[in-house]
Nanobody
Framework: QVQVVESGGGLVQPGGSLRLSCAASGINFSYYTMGWYRQGSGKQREMVAL???????NYADSVKGRFTISRDNAKNSGYLQMNSLKPEDTAVYFC????????????WGQGTQVTVSS
C-alpha cells in the first residue's frame, strides 16, 4: 500500500526551529516532485516549498530564507528545515508526492501540526 507520512511537528517558541520529515512507502520516490503545503485555521491551503526530481526548489515568499526543502531518494524521504519560526507559520503541514505527468499518480500525507507560540 502507498503511504506518505509526515513527522516532526510540535510546539515551538517564536524564533525556534523544527525539522519535518516525509516518509514514502510503496512508491519510488525518485519519480516524484515532493512538496510541502500548509493550512492554517480558517485559511486556504498554500504551497510552502517544492523540490523537483532534478533538485530545483521553489519557496513561498513568506518562508524564503527561513525554510529549506531537501530530499533523500535512497531513503524515499523528504524534509523541511524550518528556522526563525513565526506565529503565522502555525498550521497543519502536508507532504505531497506528485508524479502526475510521468505516472498519473499523486499522493498526500495526513498532515502534522506545527504551532509557534510563546
Amino acid at each position: 500500500q502507498v503511504q506518505v507520512v509526515e513527522s516532526g511537528g510540535g510546539l515551538v517558541q517564536p524564533g525556534g526551529s523544527l525539522r519535518l520529515s516525509c516518509a514514502a512507502s510503496g512508491i519510488n520516490f525518485s519519480y516524484y516532485t515532493m512538496g510541502w503545503y500548509r493550512q492554517g485555521s480558517g485559511k486556504q491551503r498554500e504551497m510552502v516549498a517544492l523540490i523537483t526530481r532534478g533538485g530545483d526548489t521553489n519557496y513561498a515568499d513568506s518562508v524564503k530564507g527561513r525554510f529549506t526543502i531537501s530530499r533523500d531518494n535512497a531513503k524515499n524521504s523528504g524534509y523541511l528545515q524550518m528556522n526563525s519560526l513565526k506565529p503565522e507559520d502555525t498550521a497543519v503541514y502536508f507532504c505531497n508526492a506528485d508524479a502526475r505527468a510521468l505516472l498519473g499518480r499523486n499522493y498526500w500525507g495526513q498532515g502534522t501540526q506545527v504551532t509557534v507560540s510563546s
